[in-house]
């Protein structure tokens, strides 16, 4: 049973607009999640993660907000670049837990057309 | 730091035959995780090592699959003997910390065709 999904295999944004990528998770235990980004041919890159404790951080042209009560995570990024096209990964891991790993969904693919 | 390093990256082999895949890690990493990454499944752990031990194998699929940790800076995943549905990309990520919340590093991957 997958932990950590996301439902959208793909998505295509014009550049400058914004992209959104989701993510449901299952387990409320989880500490932190993450987003990773992946090209082809190279391993994920870690990008950006926020605490179960909060519901938003922002680095510069991304932000991740948590909606913890709908176990619902979200990757905004503002404004899209095409160097922006990758797979993108979420991530949860829960600190101290039986699996003590990052649980990964399966990935969003993101194009974004200049 | 060259980052995690994964040998080689590209492995195309017969059935039947032994594959080993190598890791170094970073170097101050105590934390160290194989993952494999295919359509069906996505990218799922196979088994991780904190501080040179093997902490958890479950992932590991099959008695076919075994990986050594012998210092820290080195470690291999072998698969003895190979089939083609263990074709797939392997990952190698590292971490200063078991529990991170800037996740783990990983390496470029090694994308092992079994035919």
């Known amino acids: 049973d997958q932990q950590v999904k996301q439902n959208s295999p793909s998505l295509s944004v014009q550049e400058g607009r914004i992209s959104i990528l989701n993510c449901d998770y299952t387990?409320?235990?989880?500490?932190?999640f993450l987003w990773y980004k992946k090209y082809p041919a190279e391993g994920p890159t870690f990008l950006i993660s926020i605490s179960s404790i909060k519901d938003k951080n922002e680095d510069g042209r991304f932000t991740v907000f948590l909606n913890k009560s709908a176990k619902h995570l979200s990757l905004h990024i503002v404004p899209s670049q095409p160097g922006d096209s990758a797979v993108y990964f979420c991530a949860a891991i829960e600190f101290g837990g039986s699996q003590g790993n990052l649980i990964f969904g399966k990935g969003t693919k993101l194009s974004v057309k200049p | 730091d060259a980052g995690v390093i994964q040998s080689p990256r590209h492995e195309v082999t017969e059935m039947g035959q032994e594959v080993t895949l190598r890791c170094k890690p970073i170097?101050?990493?105590?934390?160290l995780f194989w993952y494999r990454q295919t359509m069906m499944r996505g990218l799922e752990l196979l088994i991780y090592?904190?501080?040179?031990?093997?902490?958890?194998d479950s992932g590991m699929p099959e008695d076919r699959f075994s990986a050594k940790m012998p210092n820290a800076s080195f470690s291999t995943l072998k698969i003895q003997p190979s089939e083609p549905r263990d074709s797939a990309v392997y990952f190698c990520a590292s971490s200063f910390l078991v529990y991170s919340n800037y996740g783990y590093t990983f390496g470029s991957g090694t994308r092992l065709t079994v035919v």
């Open positions: 387990n409320s235990m989880f500490d932190y």
């Open positions: 090592f904190n501080n040179n031990v093997p902490i958890d």
């Open positions: 170097s101050g990493h105590n934390s």
